[in-house]
């Protein structure tokens, strides 16, 4: 089967990509960096700035194997792909992160 030509001037454009996320939606985020007092604090601020109803209380910890690491789950609703978008921008670049999943 031949493909179609590629039109180096096509881009395909996230706003004509479908979500498969139905907005509103609960959305786990896993956030990893190094095991240091504020992370938690840090991750918590950044998502009650972009979620007013986040619920701390919800955050789920895991430490890695050798306790350097810190694992912070957090559920946020997400209301729009661009929420959830600046969110990660956010989130992967301050300076105690070191992943964002």
């Given at each position: 089967m031949a493909l179609p030509p590629f039109d180096a001037g096509e881009t395909k454009?996230?706003?004509a990509t479908p979500s498969l996320i139905v907005y509103p939606s609960q959305f786990p985020i896993k956030v990893m960096g190094n095991k240091v007092d504020g992370l938690v604090h840090a991750i918590s601020a950044i998502a009650?700035?972009?979620d007013p109803m986040f619920d701390a209380s919800t955050i789920e910890l895991r430490e890695s194997k050798g306790g350097n690491y810190l694992g912070?789950?957090?559920t946020v609703t997400a209301t729009s792909r661009e929420q959830l978008d600046e969110l990660y921008r956010t989130l992967s670049t301050h300076p105690m992160v070191k992943v964002v999943l």
């Open positions: 454009s996230d706003e009650h700035a972009f912070v789950t957090i």
